[in-house]
């Protein structure tokens, strides 16, 4: 038996001709990969180059001004001394009450408009999903609609929005719920396409509406990652409201470009941070949330 045990595991040499044979391909398939690989990066540097060229990018003055961008931020930083910490700090946050005023009105915002776009998408994502049996019409129209509204990027519509309504949160509002149902619309109408049909089918076959195939065999299958997607683009909005008011559609963006045109530099530097500090912290609690979701429906 050990005698046996020893020939199966023994590995025999290959003949040195088939050996040297099999080198050579292997020397032969590595070559072109290599030449393959040294092509796709001469392609990518030709476009960046035409690219660039294409954009009017100007190397020279790149580089002659480039110490301007450090320097910016360095003129948004106060001097604070250790033993004056507190007052300099103080000083350098004299607005806070108001900047946190304009930071809630930001959020305020960004929820109002991602809710009533992920509204708008949950309704239109099952009209123009595959899987649930939609006239064409229906499907058409659903589609075309949510490509026109993640299409036209939001601070366009902001910008439409303010002449018609005028200045403060309810252009941003609208921008982000238009804006938002597109892009949800379509990450929705994915998921729905990749759900079990056979709960659908055997609604279908007992009879049910399609209302309630919708109802009792698709929105269970799709709510978590339904509600993963919104939270996600919750986190985007928040940043594309405090954008939004760059063009007077409310927020803390609106008094940030206040700041940046009257060269307060160091009032731009304080609002930024609130505006980071926000963002990081609703990025970690939306995160803990998707992870929970994605784990639970792991479980199931």
């Not at 030449?35 to 001469?42: T, V």
Request: aromatic share 14%.
């Amino acid at each position: 038996m050990q005698g046996d045990f020893e020939l199966a595991t023994t590995i025999q040499p290959l003949p040195d001709e088939q050996n040297a044979r099999l080198q050579s391909q292997y020397a032969m398939a590595l070559a072109q990969k290599r030449r393959q690989m040294l092509l796709g990066a001469i392609i990518v540097v030709l476009l960046i180059l035409i690219a660039a060229f294409g954009a009017e990018v100007d190397p020279h003055k790149f580089v002659t001004n480039f110490w301007k961008f450090p320097r910016y931020f360095f003129d948004m930083t106060p001097h604070v001394g250790l033993s004056t910490f507190y007052d300099d700090v103080t000083e350098w946050y004299w607005g806070l009450g108001k900047w946190l005023k304009l930071m809630a009105e930001t959020l305020l915002i960004a929820y109002v408009g991602t809710v009533t776009g992920a509204v708008i998408a949950f309704v239109l994502a099952f009209f123009a999903s595959n899987s649930m049996e939609v006239s064409g019409w229906s499907k058409f129209l659903a589609r075309r609609f949510l490509e026109f509204c993640r299409t036209v990027p939001d601070i366009v519509f902001a910008l439409m929005f303010v002449v018609s309504f005028g200045l403060g949160p309810f252009p941003g509002v609208l921008a982000l719920a238009i804006h938002t149902s597109g892009a949800l619309g379509k990450l929705f109408s994915e998921v729905i396409d990749n759900i079990d049909m056979k709960p659908v089918e055997g609604l279908r076959a007992s009879g049910a509406s399609w209302s309630q195939q919708v109802r009792f065999a698709a929105v269970p299958q799709v709510l978590s990652n339904f509600t993963s997607y919104t939270l996600l683009r919750f986190e985007i909005n928040v940043r594309g409201a405090a954008v939004m008011g760059f063009v007077g559609a409310g927020g803390i963006g609106q008094l940030l470009i206040e700041y940046v045109r009257k060269f307060y530099y160091v009032d731009v530097g304080a609002v930024l941070i609130i505006i980071i500090l926000t963002v990081m912290m609703i990025d970690y609690g939306t995160e803990k949330i998707r992870h929970r979701l994605i784990a639970k429906e792991g479980m199931s």
